[in-house]
């Protein structure tokens, strides 16, 4: 599989929520379709997202 660069930018308080948030996002792309991505990405437009995964996620 080709390896590809994607730039991102977000708001982070200091360094440990950017090593954080580079790793989490780094493991998510590496460890899921794409197709379950696609349905990520257009669920996290919904308002509350947040809260209903932290509700859900001793499910997942």
């Known amino acids: 599989m080709k ?3 994607i730039p991102v930018q977000a708001n982070v308080s ?5 090593i954080d ?3 989490s ?5 590496k460890n ?5 991505l696609k349905i990520l990405a257009e669920k996290s ?5 947040n809260k209903k995964i932290q509700t859900y996620k001793k499910f997942m």
């Open 3 to 5: 390896s590809i660069n």
């Open 14 to 18: 200091d360094m440990s929520e950017e």
């Open 21 to 23: 948030l580079t790793t």
């Open 25 to 29: 996002i780094q493991t998510i792309a």
């Open 32 to 36: 899921v379709s794409i197709e379950n």
């Open 45 to 49: 437009k919904k308002p509350g997202i």
